[in-house]
């Protein structure tokens, strides 16, 4: 291929990165809030179309609808793509994921009938708003939760585990004083209603009836409200001690305090697909490829 059509189509690419990716160009925020705007409508599509009175009235405009959002979102997959160099790395990414899973299930209805509903997984790439609006705070505390979440869960697990030893025990317990007569036909039966009970659920549809059954329900109802606060203290712990950490390190408070601290922006490495690049960086923090489009 000649050098000049070489360079026209990497501009070509190049263009269609900035406009598709970067959320801080005046054409990529117009795209992704454009994008924003037609998911919304996708949903709302579904959503209305699973009224029955609105689907058998509008069934065809609601057809027609779908399928012009989704050819719309077809070519934009495509163009994510095809417009960087490494293709796996949007592909398998977690948007990737959620971009190919909200295009495909159309496609399957000439195979499979009736998936159609499952268009509204669309709703999940409303977590493009974060980055149009760059609200970078919030991304921030939901990677404290989720490492707060990541170091409780050990403790989470033994706690999980006790819990269900507990919902045996008991369960096999009311078993033995309930009997079938009242509804505990099994000891899984029994133990399903143990936790159900423990959990605050309460369907209602076994009841102990005899007076040592309903004390030993009352125990476990008491028992379930603490079971309830384990879990949320646990997680509710390590984020208080996660946000101490962050604000004492270098990414915390002295970081805005340094005058020499540089705003981190929303602009995607064409080449592998990494974020957080200074403002006035000219190549990527990751893999050094040019960031000049």
């Known amino acids: ?25 005046p054409v990529g925020k117009a795209f992704d809030v454009t994008l924003l705007i037609v998911i919304i409508i996708s949903v709302l599509l579904v959503l209305l179309e699973s009224v029955p009175a609105l689907g058998a009235k509008y069934a065809d405009e609601f057809i027609l609808a779908e399928w012009i959002i989704t050819v ?7 163009l994510r793509i095809i417009s960087i160099n490494k293709p796996t790395k949007y592909i398998f990414s977690f948007y990737g994921i959620i971009d190919f899973l909200s295009t495909i299930p159309l496609y399957l209805t000439f195979f499979i009938g009736g998936i159609n509903a499952l268009l509204a997984v669309r709703a999940l790439r409303l977590l493009r708003v974060f980055r149009i609006l760059k609200i970078t705070r919030f991304i921030g505390e939901a990677d404290k939760l989720s490492k707060a ?11 999980l585990f006790a819990v269900l030893v507990i919902s045996i025990i008991m369960g096999t317990i009311m078993y033995l004083v309930e009997g079938a007569e009242s509804g505990f036909v099994s000891i899984p039966v029994s133990i399903y209603w143990c936790i159900v009970t423990l959990t605050t659920v ?8 005899t007076p040592m059954g309903q004390f030993l329900a009352t125990i476990i109802m008491i ?8 879990p949320t203290g646990i997680v509710s712990a390590e984020y208080t001690t996660g946000g101490k950490d962050s604000d004492d390190s270098d990414n915390g408070k002295l970081q805005i305090e340094d005058p020499n601290y540089r705003h981190v922006n929303t602009q995607v490495c064409q080449n592998c697909m990494a974020r957080k690049h200074q403002d006035d960086a000219e190549y990527c923090h990751k893999c050094g490829y040019s960031l000049d489009v």
Request: proline residues 5%; hydrophobic residues 45%; aromatic residues 14%.
């Open 1 to 25: 291929m000649p050098k000049s059509t070489t360079k026209i189509s990497s501009a070509w690419r190049r263009k269609i990165h900035e406009v598709i990716y970067e959320a801080d160009t």
């Open 202 to 209: 309460g369907f209602g549809d076994i009841a102990p009836v």
């Open 149 to 159: 979440i990541k170091s409780s869960l050990p403790k989470i697990l033994v706690f």
């Open 223 to 230: 028992m379930g409200y603490g079971i309830i606060a384990v």
């Open 72 to 78: 719309f979102f077809t070519i934009e997959y495509i």
